[in-house]
Nanobody, 120 residues
Framework: QVQLVESGGGLVQAGGSLRLSCGAS?????????????AKWYRQAPGKQREWVAL???????NYRESVKGRFTISADSTSNTMYLQMNNLKPEDTAIYYC?????????WGPGTQVSVSS
């Protein structure tokens, strides 16, 4: 019922920044989807398994994968039902398809992903 779509990916040089967005639709019965529920960003690099990147909880606390701490920031806008991942000081190792994720009433929803490529 809930649909997620990521955007904002692209090609940047090492040290650059990108802001990813995750828009939610079909949320009439699930208002404030990203702030009322646990929401996450994941990524999957070529040849690797999908890995967790960042998390935000209904109570506000956030957490990050060790390799992105201090560089990435997860946030959400309740009014627009949009979640963001601000990525600064990007590294080639950050190259991956990035996915947004939210858990609503014990059901998990995923977006189709957006490509982030970081050149050296």
């Amino acid at each position: 019922q809930v649909q997620l779509v990521e955007s904002g990916g692209g090609l940047v040089q090492a040290g650059g920044s990108l802001r990813l967005s995750c828009g939610a639709s079909g949320t009439a019965s699930s208002p404030n989807v990203f702030t009322a529920n646990t929401a996450k960003w994941y990524r999957q690099a070529p040849g690797k398994q999908r890995e967790w990147v960042a998390l935000m909880t209904p109570h506000g606390p956030t957490n990050y994968r060790e390799s992105v701490k201090g560089r990435f920031t997860i946030s959400a806008d309740s009014t627009s039902n949009t979640m963001y991942l601000q990525m600064n000081n990007l590294k080639p190792e950050d190259t991956a398809i990035y996915y947004c994720n939210v858990e609503v009433n014990m059901k998990t929803y995923w977006g189709p992903g957006t490509q982030v490529s970081v050149s050296s």
